[in-house]
């Protein structure tokens, strides 16, 4: 991704990341924090592959979905926290330019591309609620596999346009990154010279990962609940919500936290607030998402307990 062209544009070999500089005798207690949130994160997410891996009856699209959202997960949440929990042990608190590229690019990637994954969870929930009847024919085999490859398609387009444009910018010194890993807003700051037009093709760029897949969500949610509110019996109601009810929770936290991080002016909040955001969308979001598609759903719930008779 970084070519020998790059480089010859730029003096700057390397980046010092900031990171939790300023809580020098919190390191330490960060560390333990943060590396207890990632083994779990890691063991939840892969426990939740393996369960739906493992039991025949979760072998429909929707838990196909959610097998490929976990694994997003457990990628997305390795692309940022072990250089952060190596940088909160290091005095030398470096990163690479290429690894800094190579850093940006898979966090776009797998973030745009669990965007666009949780509008793909949004209609299939709208098929199996607004035509339950025709939702194995509607959701085959092939549609989940287009659905989800256009998702890793469009994160891999966001991910090469935006890695690409901005790495092959000057970057003339200073070289301290104020965030905890090579976010876009932050390595943009760096950047020797006029950034307006890169900034307006970054905007668009948001605009087109957080905007289109959100309207898409809000599209068949919008379908979703006047059908949800006409069954006629509670029971029936309670069953049809519980089916979307954790995505709808995993949805509005993962937009909700993005929206707020990149569609604010950059002068109504500080770095510090900004870290905080960015930590709960890119490793909080994470390890809550085996937690709520666990215990908010039953079907979940009883693969869990006859996992340890189907592996031994």
């Not at 730029?10 to 943060?34: A, Q, R």
């Not at 668009?204 to 609940?225: D, E, K, Q, R, T």
């Not at 390890?287 to 307990?305: C, G, H, M, Q, T």
Request: with cysteine; charged share 15%; net charge positive.
């Amino acid at each position: 991704m970084v070519t020998e062209r790059m480089r010859n544009k730029t003096s700057v070999t390397e980046f010092v990341i900031l990171g939790f500089s300023n809580y020098p005798d919190m390191n330490l207690v960060l560390f333990v924090v943060f590396l207890f949130i990632y083994i779990l994160t890691v063991l939840g997410n892969f426990l939740l592959i393996l369960v739906i891996y493992v039991d025949p009856a979760l072998h429909t699209p929707m838990y196909f979905f959610l097998r490929n959202l976990s694994f997003l997960d457990l990628c997305y949440t390795s692309v940022t926290l072990p250089k952060m929990l190596d940088n909160l042990l290091s005095d030398r608190k470096t990163i690479s330019f290429a690894s800094c590229a190579v850093q940006m690019f898979f966090f776009l990637f797998f973030g745009v591309t669990e965007c666009f994954l949780l509008a793909s969870m949004a209609y299939d929930r709208y098929s199996a609620i607004c035509n339950p009847l025709r939702y194995m024919a509607i959701m085959n085999k092939r549609v989940c596999l287009q659905l989800t490859g256009g998702s890793w398609i469009c994160g891999t387009l966001v991910a090469v346009g935006h890695t690409s444009s901005l790495f092959t910018l000057p970057f003339c010194g200073p070289n301290t990154i104020n965030h905890f890993f090579c976010d876009i807003q932050a390595v943009l700051k760096l950047v020797c010279g006029n950034t307006y037009w890169i900034e307006i093709q970054f905007i668009l760029g948001a605009g087109f990962a957080l905007m289109v897949p959100l309207l898409m969500s809000l599209l068949s949610y919008v379908a979703i609940i006047p059908t949800i509110l006409r069954i006629k019996t509670a029971e029936g109601r309670r069953r049809a919500f519980s089916t979307c009810s954790s995505h709808l929770i995993v949805v509005t936290l993962c937009y909700g936290t993005a929206l707020i991080t990149y569609a604010r002016p950059k002068s109504s909040y500080g770095m510090g607030e900004e870290m905080v955001f960015s930590l709960f969308y890119s490793v909080v979001i994470a390890f809550l998402n085996p937690i709520i598609y666990s215990f908010r759903n039953k079907e979940v719930k009883d693969a869990l307990r006859k996992i340890p008779i189907k592996l031994f």
